[in-house]
């Protein structure tokens, strides 16, 4: 029989009840006669404190609260893919009213699919193996595996043909006795993490599309990022960008409370999108899950656990799953509002004391593994921060960045310039990008690393100059700073600059990626050693290639790599008119090879020495151990 107990006080979203029964911590509860739900969250004598998930307006002393039994859990499914869900995973869609009402069910209405099987009776199955194959309509075929806890011998199997996701395909018993009867859709308690045969090593990046992400500030692989950005900086367009460029195989968007007016925007423009992989509705491969502000406190709390284990759910299936989370500041904001109404002791900010292990939890459920089922799966977790005021050093921000290996923190005065992605290229960071080195080789670029130095210090340096600038005035700096500085300009306008409305530079392949590095790094050499040819800078600003040049990401098209072997081809040629004009000195330039020429091949030159001094620039193919990494 349940456990029962009576409410005592209520607070919000958190009660205090008089057991009449055994609770267990963490336990979830049925509140009421509309059945709310709730959790036990802390055992006080014959005390229980509930955190209730649900809007509780209504509820007095004296109502019943009703034990599960059980821990709080979602139901996962083949029929999550394509939908849309609020925090708790109960379906939006086809209701015949505007609000979920209070104690709906959680898993929705069933929904049929067809049915392989993949084993036979007799068969003898471990926990997390593969049963069956499932698809419905034009959807990408799902797998369903027994549960990670359930083992034994096949005794019965459905065959092939359609059934709903709650029927029973299968059933098992196990070597003591006891059976398990497993259907498509299937629970898992939220806050317990899916077991993995084993944690991976990643040695590639997860793809974005963006090029100051990819090509500077890369993300593993099941690795872990975070978006800090204050008010207005394009953190949930960036997000959006992202769910729509990257290579996962599937997108796990959380919008955790934002404004209903953003989230209702992503709800409405998502299903309208066409996935580039297949030219089919990008839906196909979403699930969107919305907790917005003006939802039950608690449920944001519950959210973001519902999301990862989601997305542990997909990648149990061998899938590659990109989880965007909007945002753990409000997330952290719902923490520390139930926090209070249990009395609890705050702690920096107000934050509850847990704030960081609470971060740590989630962050740590990003991984690439090697699945119960033998097949290779991972979850990357994208968490954007909402510190207030633009105040980086708040503990939201300062928590997060002890947990991931990816920094991307968004420039308010970048974004006021209409500069997007509005990303700090001196202020983020990318941990593992030393890791990507053999990735990129193999994908054509063996001096990525190289080039990744180099504009990060000619970004650096144009930094400094700039300062300089204020004080004596940028006419007063030596021709080589100036330079610098016009290079650095450059490189920010047809590099870090990317058009999320263009339909040809909206996501960057790393071939057109690998190939605009180079020409920028081509650029800086030949316009150094003209510089030192004695051609004015002037001469050098006013080339005809400069426009193109200036224009690459949106005018030669991912799949058009032979245009920067013509870009630069007519680069070379109008250096070398423009040094010839001079009459100085020949220019000590080795040729350079295409920008879009074969992989493998070391086809761009650097030029080592500093930019801001006045020694001789001396050049050197990037291959170098000596090559300088200095600002171009």
């Not at 027994?146 to 098992?172: F, H, K, M």
């Not at 949106?554 to 058009?560: G, K, R, V, Y």
Request: charged letters at 20%.
């Amino acid at each position: 029989m349940s456990a029962r107990a009576l409410i005592q006080w209520i607070a919000g979203p958190v009660l205090r009840a008089r057991c009449e029964g055994p609770f267990a911590l963490r336990e979830s509860v049925s509140v009421g006669a509309h059945g709310l739900l709730g959790e036990v969250v802390r055992i006080d004598g014959d005390d229980i404190l509930v955190q209730v998930y649900e809007d509780t307006t209504g509820l007095r002393p004296g109502i019943e609260v009703i034990g599960s039994g059980l821990p709080l859990a979602v139901q996962l499914g083949p029929a999550l893919l394509g939908g849309m869900f609020d925090g708790l995973l109960r379906p939006l869609g086809g209701r015949d009213v505007a609000y979920v009402q209070p104690g709906s069910q959680h898993a929705g209405t069933a929904v049929e699919f067809e049915l392989l099987p993949r084993v036979s009776i007799g068969s003898n199955i471990l926990g997390g193996q593969l049963i069956a194959e499932v698809w419905r309509a034009d959807f990408p075929h799902q797998r369903v595996f027994s549960p990670p806890d359930a083992a034994g011998e096949v005794i019965a199997i459905a065959t092939a043909g359609r059934y709903l996701d709650d029927a029973i395909i299968c059933r098992l018993r196990a070597a003591d006795g006891s059976e398990y009867r497993i259907a498509m859709r299937q629970a898992w308690p939220v806050r317990t993490p899916r077991p993995v045969g084993r944690r991976l090593q990643t040695t590639a990046p997860m793809l974005t599309g963006q090029r100051i992400i990819d090509s500077l500030f890369p993300v593993a692989l099941g690795g872990k990022a975070a978006i800090p950005g204050g008010f207005g900086t394009g953190k949930t367009v960036l997000l959006e960008a992202l769910a729509r460029g990257c290579s996962a195989d599937v997108v796990i968007y959380l919008g955790c409370g934002e404004r209903g007016n953003e989230i209702a925007g992503v709800l409405e423009e998502f299903p309208t999108l066409i996935d580039p992989r297949n030219g089919r509705p990008l839906m196909e491969r979403m699930v969107i899950i919305a907790n917005t502000s003006n939802m039950p406190v608690a449920a944001r709390e519950a959210s973001i656990y519902s999301a990862v284990t989601v997305a542990e759910y997909f990648r149990d299936q061998g899938l590659h799953v990109a989880l965007m989370a909007d945002s753990t500041s409000r997330w952290a904001e719902a923490l520390r509002e139930v926090s209070g109404r249990f009395g609890e002791l705050p702690g920096e900010g107000g934050y509850p004391a847990y704030l960081a292990s609470r971060l740590a939890d989630f962050y740590e459920r990003a991984a690439l593994v090697e699945t119960l089922g033998g097949d290779t799966g991972s979850v990357t977790l994208i968490g954007a921060i909402s510190p207030p005021s633009g105040d980086f050093s708040e503990p939201v921000t300062n928590h997060t960045k002890r947990y991931v290996k990816a920094f991307w923190m968004l420039d308010s005065k970048r974004a006021q310039a209409r500069f997007y992605p509005a990303v700090h290229p001196l202020h983020s960071y990318a941990e593992d990008a030393q890791d990507f080195v053999a990735w990129w080789a193999a994908e054509g670029c063996d001096t990525w690393w190289t080039l990744r130095q180099r504009f990060l210090a000619l970004l650096e340096e144009q930094a400094r100059l700039e300062r300089m600038a204020r004080i004596i005035g940028k006419d007063a700096l030596p021709a080589r700073q100036q330079l610098t500085l016009f290079n650095a300009e450059l490189m920010n306008e047809s590099f870090l600059r990317q058009s999320a409305f263009s339909a040809v530079d909206r996501v960057a392949v790393p071939a057109k990626q690998g190939a605009m590095m180079r020409m920028l790094a081509r650029w800086m050499d030949l316009s150094l050693n003209a510089l030192s040819d004695g051609v004015e800078l002037t001469r050098i600003a006013e080339l005809p290639c400069l426009r193109p040049l200036a224009r690459m990401g949106e005018e030669i098209a991912n799949d058009d790599l032979l245009r920067f072997r013509q870009l630069q081809t007519r680069m070379e040629a109008e250096f070398a008119a423009l040094t010839a004009t001079r009459g100085g000195r020949d220019a000590h330039v080795a040729p350079a090879t295409a920008a879009g020429g074969p992989p493998g091949r070391s086809d761009v030159y650097v030029a080592t020495g500093s930019a801001a001094d006045d020694r001789d620039v001396h050049v050197a193919p990037t291959g170098d151990n000596h090559a300088s990494t200095a600002a171009g």
